[in-house]
């Protein structure tokens, strides 16, 4: 099973900028599916994005138009940009392949990422 380790959270004021990394221990070639997580204190996990191995990207409606996925096959990367960030894009960011069960447990272990007003 390949490891996750997602990097590059922090402090961040309304409007800011981020780029989340996520490093696989082995290759994410063969993985179709690409995503990126978060879970808001008190929330449910819930899906940000998605890239497939060619690059084709999905998002969800609250972060369309400001966030960018990637992913770099070669480096075994997978990226999040995130521009004009809000404080409700506060908190832990995962990647993981896409879709998950609900009996997954090789989460890695986030990366926090707080939007102050």
């Known amino acids: 099973q390949v490891q996750l380790v997602e990097s590059g959270g922090g402090l961040v004021q309304a409007g800011g900028s981020l780029r989340l990394s996520c490093t696989a221990s082995?290759?994410?070639?063969?993985?179709?599916?690409m995503g990126w997580y978060r879970q808001a204190p008190g929330k449910q996990r819930e899906l940000v994005a998605t890239v497939t191995r060619r690059g084709t990207t999905n998002y969800a409606d609250s972060v369309k138009g400001r966030f960018t996925i990637s992913r770099d096959n070669a480096k075994n990367t997978v990226y999040l940009q995130m521009n004009s960030l809000k404080p409700e894009d506060t908190a832990v960011y995962y990647c993981?392949?896409?879709?998950?069960?609900?009996?997954?447990?090789?989460w890695g272990q986030g990366t926090q990422v707080t939007v102050s007003s």
């Open positions: 082995g290759s994410i070639f063969s993985i179709d599916y």
């Open positions: 993981a392949p896409w879709p998950v069960s609900s009996s997954y447990r090789y």
